[in-house]
């Protein structure tokens, strides 16, 4: 370990910051040091909130979505719409989401998407839990919000074909030119895709 | 709090980072998100070295340096030369030096420095430990390796009238041009003090 501060103590903190994504050795060090000057309230329950990570969060039995229950608020909340699911790839999805504060059904994080490539099958995702949540029969419509990618079409393509022969609506979120976008600044692929999907003006 | 999961300790996770400096609410997101995926055996260590910055970093019984004993590896260390004690304003300056792996005396880390707008005077510092260091009769040089700044002129000058009239040489480091540095970059006052403060050419 790079000698640092004559406190091996000090060093460790600053090694095991400086994994974290995006933070060098100097920020660190800097963050170490903030650190040190705090009183011991701020600095026991900042690593109690970090040993609570590991050790207290769960992930939904129902849904995947991060929770510190068995079941998460959302699958919990009665007055929210648990026969509409919204499939997600992780649990920052649901977050973006959720602040929009629009969104009235349920989620199923799925943990990712299927990518040949990088070895990643439906055996690797959330999958057998969705069908479950299906075969209950309480399900009536499934809407699909993954990235219109290669690895996101293959997702939705699988999942339609688990899912075809059931009385169940599928969907896929809307793509085309953001709200407050400006033309010239999007993408063709989008640009043109947005024309090929034009919906009817209702003025 | 702001609702950014479901999870109650995935927010209060990244409330605290977010209380670091630098660190905003999508870093620290960012860091939790990070933090979760990791194995326990990292978490936990984390969580560790962090409470021991509070636990168990001492502060060094004779120069103030942060340390894991009472007293830190420099003050002892019998091959460093512990009659030369250099000044400085805090443990980062320490390991600005000790990076140099040049100097070979000890330090004294102030803590601080005189400042009466910052309503800062020489009781908030380190002085009457260094005041013990020397009455021991064992200190032959100081150097000061104070900012050159109000607070430091402040600082170097009260110090320098308690070392007077004991036998003890008063340095303080060299102020000019750095090396490979431009002069053409080289801020006007270092630049005319560097003219004025010239030193015999050796060759």
């Known amino acids: 370990m790079e000698t640092i501060s004559q406190s091996e103590l000090l060093n460790i903190a600053v090694e095991k910051f400086s994994q974290l994504p995006g933070i060098g050795k100097k920020t660190a060090l800097r963050l170490v040091l903030d650190i040190l000057k705090r009183d011991e309230n701020f600095v026991f329950s900042f690593a ?3 040993t609570n990570l590991k050790e207290n969060i769960k992930y939904c039995k129902h849904c ?14 009665t007055s929210r719409d648990q026969t509409t699911i919204c499939i997600v790839e992780n649990i920052r999805d649901v ?10 059904g349920v989620y199923h994080v799925l943990g990712g998407l299927i990518s040949p490539i990088d070895g990643i099958g439906p055996n690797d995702l959330n999958i057998a839990q969705l069908i479950e949540r299906i075969e209950t029969g309480q399900v ?6 993954l990235s219109a990618n290669m690895e996101g079409d293959t997702t939705c393509f699988y999942l339609s074909k ?6 169940i609506k599928i969907s896929t979120i809307a793509r085309g030119v953001a709200f407050g976008g400006d ?3 999007t993408d063709e692929v989008t640009l043109i895709r947005s024309i090929e999907n034009r919906q009817p003006y209702n003025g």
Chains 1, 2 share one sequence.
């Open 64 to 77: 995947g979505n991060l929770s510190d229950q068995e079941v998460c608020p959302i699958c919990q909340n």
């Open 162 to 167: 688990i899912l075809k022969g059931r009385d």
């Open 48 to 50: 109690q909130s970090i």
């Open 140 to 145: 009536s419509e499934i809407i699909f919000a």
């Open 95 to 104: 977050m973006a989401i959720e602040q929009a504060q629009r969104y009235q």
């Open 183 to 185: 033309l010239e600044f």
